[in-house]
């Protein structure tokens, strides 16, 4: 198969190297944030190549300094009237369904920053590669939003109540802390991530064991620093096990009193820093996650999202926004301002489930119906501008 001509200015570039798919997020300047125009482009091309039987293997990678640092949060802020955003939220959502049952060989090159939405390209891959530079995180609930893109279906998995942490305080991961944790499945340093590719063209296959085979050649085993949060566990468990955010925080402050502790104050100021809806919504979407499916995840969290843009539960999500991404006061003035302040009542309103019409429509197993569900074929496109969901 001949190399497909790249449009340099597109946000998503796509190449076709003989049996070889390459998918590059194109938004450097912005850290390879997700606009609309991504999220339809992605999912184009991923429908392509799994239906393409000449293509055996996909590479997924960001240019210029980041992988993706997640969602275009000013998107979001100028589209925060009349759904503008239902439509990109539950393109990005059932994307994530197939991403991670995506039934090609996938490999993921993550360079620096893979946040949020962007992480959601990397960690579900049979292979990510993460580098010395690798920066994971998860910053929703820092700006009223909730752990998203399938992360409410991951982060329960992982060891102990780090998930809970994780998504909680912003608390950031290395990649030798995702290669131990299983957020990632190789570490090579980042002088060599070019030559890897290089090779995963040249391999011209997609047999896992091939693939598999030639990333190792090129990686390393690491162990994490010795500041990791992974030796820190044991205090991480012991506060963020507790049933309430309430507790948690009066918990966490209590430990950090404790000899040896204080890399929890910093950790604190942040976490307090944060939207209390949007860590309220996002403990109990963490918590229902344990017991749940991924696509029972995705759905709950298609209806969190629409239900925090549509402020069904508070302005928080906009007022976050404008304070760290717009005016970039880094004062946001939360409503209600504290955690004792937001009722159960109003969080119950954040997950009440949409009619059966209205749900994401995660497509039923099978190959004849592998790709239902878009957006296109939904009811939204026909109830546009209609009040019928406030």
């Known amino acids: 198969m001949a190399k497909e001509s790249l449009n340099s200015n597109e946000v998503v570039l796509a190449e076709e190297v ?58 979001f802020y100028a589209g925060r009237t009349g759904d503008f955003c239902l439509e990109v939220v539950y393109r990005m959502y059932w994307l994530c369904y197939h991403i991670h049952t995506y039934k090609k060989t996938m490999v993921a090159l993550v360079h620096g920053i893979a946040m949020g939405g962007g992480a959601a390209m990397t960690v579900p891959l049979k292979f990510s590669v993460v580098t010395e530079n690798t920066v994971f995180s998860m910053p929703e ?87 990791t949060i992974l030796n820190k566990l044991q205090a991480i468990n012991m506060c963020f096990c507790k049933e309430s955010l309430e507790e948690i925080i009066e918990s966490f402050e209590a430990e950090a009193r404790n000899f040896g502790n204080e890399w929890i104050w910093p950790v604190l100021k942040g976490f307090k820093r944060a939207s209390p809806t949007g860590l309220k919504i996002t403990l109990r979407s963490i918590r229902e996650g344990r017991t749940q499916t991924l696509a029972e995840c995705l759905k709950k969290e298609f209806r969190l999202t629409m239900n925090l843009l549509r402020s069904v539960v508070s302005d928080d999500v906009y007022e976050g926004i404008r304070a760290f991404s717009i005016d970039k006061d880094n004062v946001p003035k939360w409503n209600p301002a504290t955690a004792m302040e937001v009722s159960n009542e109003k969080i119950d309103l954040a997950f009440k489930p949409f009619s059966p019409e209205l749900e994401l429509q995660i497509p039923a197993e099978g190959k004849g119906c592998r790709w239902d569900g878009k957006y296109e074929d939904s009811v939204y496109p026909s109830l546009r501008g209609n009040k019928l969901f406030h």
């Not at 995702?178 to 990632?184: I, P, R, T």
């Open 141 to 227: 609930a820092s700006v009223g939003l909730h752990s998203d893109c399938s992360f409410s279906y991951i982060l329960p998995r992982l060891p102990g109540y780090l998930g809970e942490y994780l998504s909680l305080t912003n608390a950031r991961l290395s990649g030798k802390d995702m290669v131990a944790l299983g957020l990632a499945t190789h570490f090579v340093p980042s002088e060599k991530l070019n030559e890897l590719e290089k090779c995963l063209l040249s391999l011209d296959s997609g047999d896992e064991n091939a693939v598999r085979n030639v990333i190792e050649k090129f990686s390393i085993n690491v162990l994490p620093e010795e500041e």
């Open 18 to 75: 003989g049996h070889v798919s390459v998918i590059t997020l194109n938004r450097p300047r912005q850290l390879n944030v997700i606009s609309s125009r991504v999220v339809e482009l992605v999912a184009e091309y991923l429908e392509k190549w799994e239906q393409d039987e000449d293509i055996k293997l996909v590479i997924f990678k960001g240019a210029g300094r980041a992988f993706s640092a997640g969602g275009d949060l000013k998107m």
